[in-house]
C-alpha cells in the first residue's frame, strides 16, 4: 500500500512506521523536518500540516490507500483534512484517545460502546468533537474514516504520573533515594500498552475496507496498580520506590494543569476489553510486559546523556507535594 503517516516518528507512532516499513509497504511521511534517520526507505513530504495552501500544492499529485494523522486534535485539525484527502484517499485514520471514554462509566471495563465523555480534560473534549465530525462526515459523504484510540502507550517516554514522560525527574529522585508521590492510594488499576504491541493491532486495521465508520481502541490486555507501576520503574533502576501517596485533588488544587491528565485521566482505574480490535486483527496479543518494556525504555534514556531531562520546576513541585502530603 501507498501509506502516508502526517506525524510517524513519535513515542507511539515509530513503531508503526518501522513495521510498516518491515512489510514492505510504501510509507511517506509528512513532516516540518522531512526526515527521521531511524525510518530507512521512508519516502518524505517537507511541510507543516497546519499550512493548508502548501500542504495542498505538495500532495496534489498524490493518491493514497491510506492517510493517518497522528499529530490531530481538534474538529478544525480532521476539518481541514476532510476538505484535503476527499476522493485523495481509500481510507483515513484519526487518531483520538481512550481518554475520551467515559470513566467511570456503565461497566468496570472499557469497550468501544463505553460513552464518550470527559468534563475534566479539555483535550479530551475535542478528539471527542473532532470524532463527532469525522463520523458524520462518514455518513453524509461517506469520507472514509476509521478512529483509532490508545491508551497510555510509551516507547520512548517515561509513562508516570509526575516528572515522567519525556522528563527523567522521577526516575533521577528514585535512584537518589528522594521520595516519590503517586497519586491516591496508588490502587488504581491501569493500563500501559508498548508501542510494539500497539502496532501490531493498529497496522493490521490499515487497508481493511471492513474498518471504515468504525472505531477501536488498541491496548495491552495487562494491568498494574500505580504503587506497582512506579515500584517496577524502580526496579529497572535497581533501586526501591519510596512512595509518599497525596490525593489527585491536593495534587490538581496545588497545580491545576494535572486536573486534566488526573481527574480526567489516571484518577480512576481504566481496564479494557480488546474484543473488537483482535475481531478484525487476529494476530494482535500483546506481550510485553510492563516490567520489560520500562527496562527498554531507561536503556534508552541512559544511552544518552542530553535525554537525561531534569526539570527543577517538578522537582520542586514534587516536594511541596510531600511536604503537604
Not at 471514554?101 to 461497566?107: D, E, K, M, V
Not at 526516575?171 to 493500563?191: C, E, F, S
Not at 535497581?238 to 494543569?257: F, P, Q, Y
Request: with cysteine; proline share 4%.
Amino acid at each position: 500500500m501507498k501509506i502516508l503517516f502526517i506525524g510517524g516518528s513519535g513515542n507511539i507512532s515509530l513503531s508503526s512506521s518501522q513495521r510498516l516499513l518491515e512489510q514492505g509497504h510504501e510509507l511517506w511521511l509528512l513532516n516540518r523536518s522531512g526526515q527521521c534517520a531511524e525510518l530507512v526507505g521512508a519516502h518524505y513530504i517537507k511541510a507543516d500540516i497546519n499550512h493548508e495552501a502548501q500542504v495542498k500544492s505538495q500532495l496534489q499529485s498524490h493518491e493514497w490507500d491510506v492517510v493517518v494523522n497522528w499529530i490531530a486534535f481538534t474538529k478544525s485539525d480532521v476539518a481541514r483534512d476532510v476538505a484535503l484527502f476527499t476522493s485523495k484517499t481509500k481510507q483515513y485514520v484519526f487518531i483520538s484517545s481512550a481518554s475520551c471514554y467515559q470513566n467511570p462509566g456503565p461497566t468496570p471495563i472499557i469497550t468501544e460502546n463505553t460513552p464518550l465523555a470527559n468534563p475534566f480534560w479539555q483535550y479530551s473534549r475535542d478528539k471527542i468533537a473532532a470524532e463527532e465530525f469525522l463520523l458524520a462526515a462518514y455518513q453524509q459523504t461517506d469520507f472514509p474514516v476509521t478512529i483509532v484510540r490508545p491508551s497510555h502507550t510509551y516507547s520512548r517516554v517515561i509513562p508516570l504520573t509526575i516528572g515522567g514522560w519525556t522528563e527523567y525527574t522521577a526516575v533521577a529522585r528514585m535512584k537518589a533515594g528522594k521520595p516519590i508521590v503517586v497519586q491516591g492510594d496508588g490502587n488504581a488499576l491501569w493500563t500501559l500498552t508498548h508501542a510494539d504491541d500497539f502496532a501490531v493491532g493498529f497496522c493490521g486495521l490499515l487497508g481493511n475496507p471492513l474498518t471504515l465508520g468504525e472505531d477501536y481502541h488498541i491496548t495491552s490486555d495487562l494491568f498494574l496498580s500505580w504503587n506497582e507501576i512506579y515500584q517496577q520503574t524502580a526496579a529497572a533502576v535497581g533501586v526501591e520506590a519510596k512512595i509518599v501517596h497525596v490525593t489527585s485533588d491536593k495534587i490538581c488544587a496545588l497545580n491545576s494543569d494535572y486536573t486534566g491528565t488526573l481527574l480526567g485521566d489516571k484518577s480512576v482505574t481504566a481496564i479494557f476489553d480488546n474484543s473488537k480490535i483482535r475481531s478484525i486483527v487476529p494476530q494482535f496479543n500483546p506481550k510485553i510486559t510492563y516490567a520489560e518494556g520500562i527496562q527498554r525504555v531507561i536503556s534508552w534514556f541512559e544511552a544518552d546523556r542530553a535525554r537525561q531531562i531534569i526539570n527543577p520546576k517538578t522537582d520542586a513541585f514534587i516536594d511541596l507535594l510531600i511536604a503537604k502530603a
